[in-house]
């Protein structure tokens, strides 16, 4: 099981990626990283919902009402063009983030 210190500062990529096909609501975007994850991570829903609202805030999410496929009302989450710009940022950070936790886990030496 992955520890939430270890995904802190990705969730907002992880549901950028998650939304880039499709908009998804928020029971839906928790399965779908539950799954994904093959149950390594399970987000918090005070995490996800955290997650969300700063992501609206920053106009890199909208939101909008609508009936799921169970007749349930819910909300559901789209990203916006300034979050695909984003996700490409939040992309580029985390190829970098990996490369230099590698180098000190693999114990590369750059001298």
């Known amino acids: ?18 939304l880039e096909t499709r908009p998804s609501y928020a029971y839906e975007l928790s399965k779908t990283i539950t799954d994904r994850s093959r149950g390594e991570y399970v987000v918090k829903q005070t995490t996800l919902y955290t997650a969300v609202k700063r992501l609206q805030s920053h106009r890199l999410l909208d939101s909008y009402e609508d009936v799921s496929s169970s007749g349930k009302p819910r909300t559901y989450y789209k990203i ?32």
Request: charged share 30%.
């Open 1 to 18: 099981m992955i520890g939430a210190d270890a995904i802190r500062g990705h969730i907002d990529l992880i549901l950028l990626a998650i």
């Open 80 to 111: 916006t063009p300034d979050g695909h710009d984003q996700l490409d940022a939040k992309r580029a950070e985390w190829r970098s983030t990996r490369a230099l936790v590698d180098h000190f886990a693999e114990g590369q030496d750059t001298a």
